[in-house]
């Protein structure tokens, strides 16, 4: 099993137990969206609560342009290590992505990495803004 993130406008790591978009539903506040938000985007697209499908995507690019980093941690079988999805790669987005391979990356700590991981940081929409290996992230 792949372990998943998300870290907080103030560079808190929030552990994601099931998914991404569980974690939003049961407090969209924290997110910067609501409840009603939510329910409205998976009534539009005609899919249940919680579907990881379009109304997902939806919801979760506003969280991302609240401010939060998605990370989650890929199949062993794929080249790419870890995914972290940010709104744009601006200067506060490199600061906790730093602090974020730099904490994976100590040796006791709660998340288990490589230095040589390879990472890909994707917009909103799926497109690499970069890919390199995890200690060049946390450089």
Excluded at 86 to 96: C, F, G, I, Q
Aim: with cysteine.
């Amino acid at each position: 099993m792949t372990c998943a993130f998300f870290i907080s406008p103030a560079g808190e790591l929030l552990s994601v137990a099931t998914s991404h978009i569980a974690v939003v539903i049961a407090d969209p506040q924290r997110f910067g969206v609501t409840r009603a938000f939510i329910e409205a985007r998976h009534a539009q697209h005609g899919e249940p609560l919680g579907l990881e499908g379009r109304a997902r995507s939806e919801v979760l690019v506003r969280v991302l342009e609240a401010g939060w980093i998605r990370v989650r941690e890929q199949p062993p079988k794929s080249p790419v290590r870890w995914h972290l999805q940010v709104s744009t790669l601006n200067d506060d987005h490199r600061a906790r992505l730093a602090a974020f391979a730099r904490e994976a990356l100590r040796e006791h700590g709660p998340i288990r990495a490589w230095p040589t991981d390879l990472v890909t940081v994707l917009d909103a929409e799926g497109d690499v803004l970069w890919r390199g290996p995890l200690a060049e992230l946390g450089a």
